[in-house]
RNA sequence: CGGGGUGUAGCUUAGCCUGGUAGAGCGCCUGGUUUGGGACCAGGAGGUCGUAGGUUCGAAUCCUAUCGCCCCGACCA
């Protein structure tokens, strides 16, 4: 039990200049939390009850699941990094860890960095200590501060750079045990949640070196949400926009013959799509073919879409380079003769095409049969061009973004699209950090293999933000009550009188036995100040004692996410209190 | 990093265009009246106007630079 008075609940009847969405708001009005700087918070005492009730379930469902918590350094020797695969593409958002010093050295690589993420930790650990297939499976966890110097922090803790997670790394002999650990994992998850009260949904996202449906995001619908997930209710597909695909092609479908002869025609000053939609050219965007120039790891590649899709970036990462970016105006004229607006990939008109890493094409390019496409030739572009004939293409794959109303590739049925906020994510990695770091066991036929990883993650202090930013009302917060900071609320509106007091205690007493944590609003404020505070910090079961209930001999008994007040005598209070917080807890 | 904003008391902000004594509300302190949904009266404390240069007789206000913060884009739990 604690009391209001002695503790530390600064609450604020309006909101800091910087927040824009509700949660956010809310997080600081309620005194959860205070900003430090740009993404830096301090959970001030209301908000960390808050991340502890979060990590205890955590904790309860992972060790259900036979997961083990030990705890990394997040100071991070920067060479783990450097031995592993993704330095490149991670250092960008990692903090350096090195001596401060005295400001007067250059820049130099740096000695250390503060953990992103620990598979870097994780997996040089178990190849030293792990050797055997008797000690395997495995499966690792933490929950911990993580860093990450975000381009941008955002909206609260829904991307901070210091932020809470619990991150799990699972060690198998196989790729069948890696699946078993997935979805022990995936159920874990499916239960923390749902004890939480966060409504989540399970998308599938980009699965990497597994294929298949080997990766889930774990997404609570919000408008606020900065990831998209594509879905459809009936056949009940969802997943990310980055990896969302849509049975666009149909499965038997026959590639156009031929239409006609390539034909060069004279484009002066058409640059782009629009411009050789329009009169005189009238060539729709479903009939053209759009080209674009990226470099990966240092070469250049195309990529072929129809002229009316949109390039999903995150597509591209299904190629295998471990960087890459749209090449420069600069560098693309050398390779393919033109400056942008007049590319193409048509074969014989690509001025270096032995420069190029490849050529891919977005399967959809089959639906336009003949189109036209830019002649490598500035001010000039190619009619008739038949993808079949007349494309060098050196793989074809799934690289533009779905649009909603697209044919589901389960049911047909048309994709929806809604904002959502992600939570969690579930992931199997394969053998790739196993081979960099040399993790291998020996099974019973004395042959060495690589160990099979998965990786995990909960965000706890964002699906604290995600919580309260789809439970709130225009008052306060509604915690659900297993991650409520307390569960009851016993509001004394007149503090000063003995009897209430002594009354508080004792109903708040009843409810501590009952299993509830419980705070007592013994502050002398007036009513309308406690009464819009509690609504404010959302305790799920509120207690009212004053003294005008007291000489009716009653005390109030009310629930935040509902309206109606029951009056109980005092007599009854007790047991009603305790009867109360035993079927919240059902 | 690109584009757009913004910085005035613990919080929300007016004043800036058109240079001339820094204002309000909330919160805080004191006293009083109040007391079931963010009370009222009286008094009070609290501000290098983000920072550094410049223009000017004079700068919160105009100019330059710089830093912080917010929003839009690429990244992610």
């Given at each position: 039990m604690k009391l209001w008075s002695q503790y530390f609940i600064p609450t604020l009847k309006e909101s800091p200049a910087d927040a824009e969405i509700a949660s956010h708001k809310?997080?600081?009005?309620?005194?959860?939390?205070?900003?430090?700087?740009?993404?830096?918070?301090?959970?001030?005492?209301?908000?960390?009850?808050?991340?502890?009730?979060?990590?205890?379930?955590?904790?309860e469902e992972l060790d259900a699941a036979g997961a083990i918590e030990l705890w990394m350094p997040h100071v991070h020797p920067a060479e783990n990094w450097q031995q592993g695969p993704r330095w490149a593409a991670a250092r960008e958002i990692m903090f350096r860890a090195d001596s401060a010093g005295d400001g007067k050295r250059g820049p130099r690589e740096p000695e250390f960095v503060l953990g992103p993420t620990h598979e870097e930790v994780i997996t040089p650990l178990v190849k030293a200590e792990i050797t055997s297939y008797r000690d395997l499976p495995k499966n690792f966890y933490q929950i911990a501060t993580k860093f990450r110097n975000e381009i941008r922090p955002r909206y609260g803790l829904m991307r901070a750079r210091e932020f809470i997670m619990m991150d799990a790394y699972s060690f198998d002999v196989d790729d069948n045990g890696a699946i078993k650990s997935y979805h022990a994992m995936k159920a874990a998850y499916e239960s923390f949640f749902r004890r939480v009260g966060a409504h989540t949904i399970a998308v599938e996202a980009d699965t990497g070196v597994m294929g298949g449906s080997f990766s889930h995001e774990f997404m609570v619908p919000a408008e606020v949400g900065d990831a998209d997930?594509?879905?459809?209710?009936e056949s009940?597909?969802?997943?990310?926009?980055?990896?969302?695909?849509?049975?666009?092609?149909?499965?038997?479908?026959?590639?156009?013959?031929?239409?006609?002869?390539?034909?060069?025609?004279?484009?002066?000053?058409?640059?782009t799509i629009a411009a050789l939609e329009a009169a005189p050219f009238s060539v729709p965007a479903e009939k053209q073919f759009k080209t674009l120039v990226y470099i990966g790891e240092g070469k250049p590649f195309l990529v072929i879409l129809r002229g009316c899709d949109e390039l999903e970036e995150a597509k591209l990462g299904a190629l295998g380079f471990a960087v890459f970016r749209p090449a420069t105006p600069d560098e693309i004229e050398p390779v393919l003769g033109a400056k942008p607006g007049s590319l193409g990939a048509v074969k014989g008109t690509i001025k270096n095409a032995a420069a190029l890493a490849g050529v891919f094409a977005d399967q959809a390019i089959r639906l336009v049969g003949d189109g036209t496409t830019g002649a490598n030739k500035d001010g000039f572009h190619l009619r008739n061009v038949n993808v079949a004939r007349d494309l060098a293409v050196t793989k074809f794959g799934d690289f533009?973004?779905?649009?909603?109303?697209?044919?589901?590739?389960?049911?047909?049925?048309?994709?929806?699209?809604?904002?959502?906020?992600?939570?969690?994510?579930?992931?199997?990695?394969?053998?790739?950090?196993?081979?960099k770091y040399g993790a291998a066991y020996t099974d019973d036929q004395k042959q060495s293999h690589l160990m099979v990883m998965g990786c995990y993650g909960i965000g706890i202090s964002r699906t604290m933000q995600a919580i309260i930013e789809h439970s709130h009302d225009a008052d306060g917060i509604l915690w659900p009550w297993n991650c409520a900071p307390f569960h009851v609320l016993v509001c004394v509106l007149d503090p000063q009188l003995p009897e209430a007091m002594e009354i508080a205690r004792k109903l708040a007493a009843a409810a501590g036995r009952a299993g509830a944590d419980v705070l007592v609003d013994d502050r002398a404020e007036r009513p309308g100040v406690k009464f819009k505070d509690a609504d404010l910090i959302?305790?799920?079961?509120?207690?009212?004692?004053?003294?005008?209930?007291?000489?009716?001999?009653?005390?109030e008994l009310k629930w935040r996410a509902q309206k109606d007040v029951a009056k109980v005598p005092l007599a009854d209070a007790e047991a009603r209190v305790a009867a109360a917080v035993a079927e919240a807890q059902a």
């Open positions: 809310l997080l600081v009005r309620a005194g959860l939390v205070r900003k430090l700087g740009g993404g830096l918070y301090t959970y001030l005492p209301l908000g960390l009850r808050v991340i502890q009730k979060l990590t205890q379930i955590c904790r997930v594509i879905y459809n209710d009940g597909y969802a997943a990310n926009r980055e990896k969302a695909t849509s049975a666009l092609v149909p499965a038997d479908f026959v590639d156009a013959a031929p239409g006609g002869a390539l034909e060069e025609f004279p484009t002066p000053g058409v640059v533009r973004r779905v649009r909603p109303g697209e044919p589901d590739v389960k049911s047909g049925q048309p994709l929806q699209v809604r904002r959502g906020i992600e939570v969690g994510h579930i992931f199997i990695l394969g053998t790739k950090y196993a081979e959302g305790i799920p079961l509120r207690l009212t004692i004053g003294g005008k209930g007291l000489k009716e001999g009653i005390v």
